[in-house]
Structure formats: structure tokens, C-alpha cells
């Protein structure tokens, strides 16, 4: 048995209680019961006296000694009196020795006039005899009162247990054995549909109610919760993006597989921390800083295409860089760093403007892309040196051995531009068999030496392996100084063309002529004018 169960503790405090209140009603009762007898005894002297009054009187009236002796030998046989002594006149009866008890007294008034006292009769009370009988009753009142307590008690908690403590138990127990979403519900115990205990099994079931209504309705939502993150969490690990979640000092929280390959693949440790916004992986990282610091000024989402910091010179990672800035429900801010690989559409487009920019054939800038660097070096008025080049002999050659000839000889030709040139010029396949060169602020002596490097490397023999055959080509040269000549690119070049045409018109009658400037040109003519 549960020695802290509800029944013990109750029948425990109950008892407790019965027998404190026993105690207590017990002692009351039993002086309440003692000084009720001893009273009723002082009565009873009280209508002995009554009785004999009249006995007395006589006898005290006629002086009869006889008669006093019956009434006070009468009155000693009564249990409550212990003595009794009548005096009148100068005659005393006692019915029995004094002993020294204090005695009541009566006055014996005269029959014929009341207010005459004629003796007295004093009555030893019976004390010991009257306090016994009167402990005897109270013990016997008290021992019942404690039989009564004990049954009233007994009672009590019988009534208690059946109307209060089992109902309680036996709901507890059915409370126990109830889990909230299986169905189940208390019963209502009987003789308690309206009382306390029925309302309170009543409002345990509406709590149940409650309780499973709203578990059915936190599973579902944890349910769609648990779905929406498996989505998420796809979402987030299987995208080819690099994705990484970040204190705004660098530390990361989070990141999905693909960031691990890009860090693999920039041969790079996985740590914890690349500083703020990733900028340990990339080549510009003050370039992201400012990006991203003017778009969160301006409360947008952070966008800018940068390119990664590889440890392999030849590997060019570019990403677009999309930085989110979000704010927790505890205010703390996090930003979400999504990073798309964009270097096959960068290898693209630099594939599409070195197509638009360069001759497929030779390699070198094709007319659109040189007209772009000669508008760049008149637009910050760099002085430069335009040299045009027309191929000499070249048509019969391509007549003769065909057009894959002719492009190995360009190619040929292209080749050695690219062996003389400084790091700084320019060299540009102009159309067919023409070739431009831009020198870069050179003057005429430093045109002229390169000039005539080349002429003579474009001169040397070229070995035809299809045909088994040397063939052999030279080159007629104009050059144009900027801004000496003029700082008008169409007359430039219009003078370095005349220049080149010059020469070309003399090549058979000067073959060691392979240049020609277009100041020289004008000298000329002069010369010419003076003559003329």
C-alpha cells in the first residue's frame, strides 16, 4: 500500500484529528460531568432537608430529643450524608462522630411562626462518596464519548473514502493510464454527475479535447514544418551554387557541398572563417567590400561578378557574388552568400570579343579591334607611328599554289610581326594581303629600325612543304607619324597608305626600298613643284 496514498494520508489526519478533539472533548466532559454530580449531590442534601423540614421543626419545637435522634440517624443513612446534627434549646443529637467535614447548615424555623428560629440541623455532605460517584460518571461518559469519537471517526473516513478518496483515485488512476490523442476519456463516477469531482472529470475531458486538438494541429504543422525543411534542405544541398550562411565578421555557419568543391578546387583548406564576405577568395576583395557596402546602403541585395583567387595561374574562376543581409527574430543579423559559377560564360564572351577583335587566321587584330586601340590612343593623344604594309608578290603565289598557300604565307608573315614588335605595339591583319602596324610612341629612326627588321624576316625564303618549293615575298611599307603628320586618323591613314603605294609603284626599280614615311611624301612633291 502507498503509504503517501491519498487514503492513508486522509484516515492519518482524520485520526490525528479525532483523537486531539477526543482528548480535549473527553477531559471537558468528564470535569463538566464531575461538578454536575457534585452539584446534584449538594442538591440532593439540600431536598433531604426539605424532606425533614417539617420532622425537624417538631422536634425542635416540643424539645423531643427522640425525634431529633430519628431524623438525623435517617438523614446519615442517605449515602451523600456523612453526619448530622440537630441543636435546639441546649439539646445537641448527632447522628454519628464528626469528622470535621465542612457541614451545611439549615435553621430549623418554628412551625407556628416562620421567621422564629427554634434549632438548627447541620449535614455533613458525603464528599468522598459524592466525588467518587461523580469521577465514576465522568469516566464512564468520557469512555463513551471516546467510543463514540472512535465510531464517528471510523465512519468518517469509510464516508470519505467512498464518496471522495476512491472516486479520486480511481480517476487519477484512469488520468494515468489516458494519453492525449488516443481518444480516451474519463468517466464521470457515480453519485458525482453533479458535484465537484464530476465537474472536475468534466473539465479534464474538455482539457483532453483541448490538448489532442491542438497536438493533432502542432503534428500537422511539425509535418508540413519537417517537409518544407526536406525541401529546403534539398534545395540548399544539391544546388550546383555555393551557398554559405555568415556572421558579419567572417565566421561561417553554414555551407552545402558545392562550396566545399569550389574551395577544393581554388586548393584551398575548408576553415571556418575567410574573412568578412569570403574576401580571403578573391583576387579583388576591396572590390566586394564597396559592392556590397553601397547596395546595403541603399537596402538592396548586394550583386557584382568577381573573380576568384586560385593558387593555379592558369585556373580563372569568376562568380556572381549575390550577398543577402538577414535579420534573426532575435535581431541578429546574418548574411546569405550565394556564389554562381560564371566562368565558361566569361571564357564566352572573351571568345566572342577576341573573335570580333582578331583575325581567326593570323591571330592579330582584325581592322574593328585595331580602329579601337588607334581611337584609344588619339582619345588620351598618345603619339604613335601608323605603318602600312601590302604584300609584294603575293597575288602570283596565291594564283600559283592556291589559297592554302597564300594563308600559310600570311600566317608566315603574321608570325614575324609578332617576333619583331615590342611588347607594347600592335600588329593587324587590315584586309587580304595588307598589314598595319601601331607603334607605340616611336619615333622615325625607332619606325625605321623595326621596319627593317621585319622587311627582311617577311623577305627570307618560306618553304612550301606541299609543293616541295621556296617561294619568296616582300613588302611594300608607309608610315604616317601621330600627331606630327596630322591628328586626323582617316588622313593618317590615308597618308601612310599613299606612302605604302609609293613604294609599291618602285619596287621593281628599287627592290632596296621597303619604306617610305609621309613627310617624305611631301618633300617630294615639293621638290617636284621646284623643279616644274
Excluded at 200 to 215: A, G, P, S
Excluded at 396 to 418: P, T
Excluded at 454 to 466: C, N, S
Aim: hydrophobic residues 40%; glycine residues 4%; aromatic residues 8%.
Amino acid at each position: 500500500m502507498n503509504k503517501s496514498g491519498l487514503l492513508i494520508r486522509l484516515a492519518v489526519v482524520i485520526g490525528f484529528a479525532a483523537v486531539a478533539i477526543g482528548f480535549l472533548s473527553t477531559q471537558l466532559f468528564y470535569r463538566l460531568t464531575y461538578n454536575q454530580e457534585v452539584k446534584i449531590a449538594h442538591q440532593n442534601i439540600e431536598s433531604l432537608y426539605r424532606t425533614i423540614e417539617t420532622t425537624a421543626a417538631t422536634a425542635a419545637y416540643l424539645a423531643d430529643a427522640d425525634l431529633a435522634k430519628e431524623v438525623v440517624t435517617g438523614l446519615t443513612t442517605n449515602d451523600v450524608v456523612l453526619n448530622a446534627t440537630m441543636s435546639f434549646e441546649d439539646i445537641t443529637v448527632s447522628g454519628n462522630e464528626s469528622l470535621s467535614v465542612e457541614p451545611r447548615v439549615f435553621a430549623v424555623q418554628s412551625l407556628f411562626e416562620q421567621e422564629k428560629t427554634i434549632g438548627s440541623l447541620a449535614i455533613e455532605p458525603n464528599l468522598e462518596f459524592i466525588e467518587s460517584r461523580a469521577r465514576q460518571l465522568a469516566l464512564d461518559n468520557a469512555k463513551a464519548m471516546i467510543i463514540q469519537a472512535f465510531v464517528v471517526t471510523l465512519v468518517a473516513i469509510c464516508v470519505a473514502f467512498l464518496l471522495i478518496t476512491r472516486p479520486m483515485i480511481k480517476i487519477a488512476q484512469s488520468l494515468h493510464k489516458t494519453t492525449p490523442g488516443e481518444g480516451n476519456r474519463l468517466a464521470v463516477p457515480e453519485f458525482h454527475q453533479h458535484s465537484e469531482l464530476g465537474g472536475l472529470v468534466r473539465d479534464i475531458n474538455n482539457l483532453l479535447d483541448k490538448t489532442e486538438q491542438q497536438f493533432s494541429q502542432e503534428r500537422q504543422l511539425r509535418s508540413e514544418i519537417e517537409a518544407l525543411e526536406k525541401r529546403f534542405r534539398m534545395l540548399f544541398e544539391n544546388s550546383f551554387s555555393p551557398i554559405v550562411l555568415m556572421e558579419p565578421r567572417g565566421n561561417i555557419l553554414l555551407f552545402n557541398a558545392a562550396f566545399e568543391k569550389i574551395i577544393e578546387r581554388l586548393e584551398l583548406p575548408l576553415r571556418k572563417s575567410f574573412g568578412p564576405l569570403l574576401e580571403g577568395l578573391f583576387a579583388e576583395p576591396s572590390k566586394l567590400s564597396k559592392t556590397v557596402e553601397l547596395a546595403f546602403a541603399n537596402e538592396e541585395i548586394a550583386t557584382g561578378e568577381f573573380k576568384l583567387k586560385s593558387q593555379d595561374p592558369e585556373l580563372s574562376l569568376w562568380v556572381q557574388v549575390v550577398v543577402t543581409s538577414i535579420i534573426s527574430d532575435d535581431l541578429r543579423e546574418y548574411y546569405q552568400i550565394t556564389l554562381h559559377d560564371i566562368s565558361k560564360r566569361k571564357k564566352e564572351l572573351e571568345a566572342l570579343a577576341y573573335q570580333a577583335d582578331f583575325d581567326k587566321l593570323t591571330n592579330l587584330y582584325n581592322r574593328q579591334g585595331l580602329e579601337k586601340k588607334l581611337d584609344q590612343f588619339i582619345d588620351n593623344k598618345k603619339p604613335f607611328a601608323l605603318v602600312l604594309i601590302d604584300l609584294n608578290w603575293f597575288k602570283q603565289i596565291n594564283d600559283v599554289y592556291g589559297h592554302e598557300s597564300g594563308d600559310e604565307i600570311l600566317i608566315f608573315v603574321a608570325d614575324r610581326m609578332k617576333k619583331t614588335l615590342r611588347p607594347q605595339d600592335f600588329g593587324c591583319r587590315w584586309g587580304g594581303d595588307e598589314f598595319v602596324l601601331l607603334l607605340d610612341n616611336a619615333s622615325h629612326h625607332e619606325t625605321r629600325d623595326l621596319v627593317d627588321r621585319l622587311a627582311r624576316r617577311i623577305g627570307r625564303p618560306y618553304f612550301l612543304r606541299k609543293f616541295n618549293q621556296n617561294v619568296t615575298i616582300g613588302a611594300s611599307i608607309g608610315a604616317a607619324m601621330y600627331p606630327q603628320d596630322s591628328s586626323d586618323l582617316q588622313t593618317i591613314i590615308n597618308l601612310a597608305d599613299n606612302a605604302m603605294y609609293d613604294v609599291k609603284k618602285t619596287k621593281d626599280d628599287h627592290p632596296g626600298l621597303s619604306l617610305k614615311f609621309a613627310n617624305e611624301l611631301v618633300g617630294e612633291a615639293s621638290v617636284r613643284e621646284k623643279s616644274v
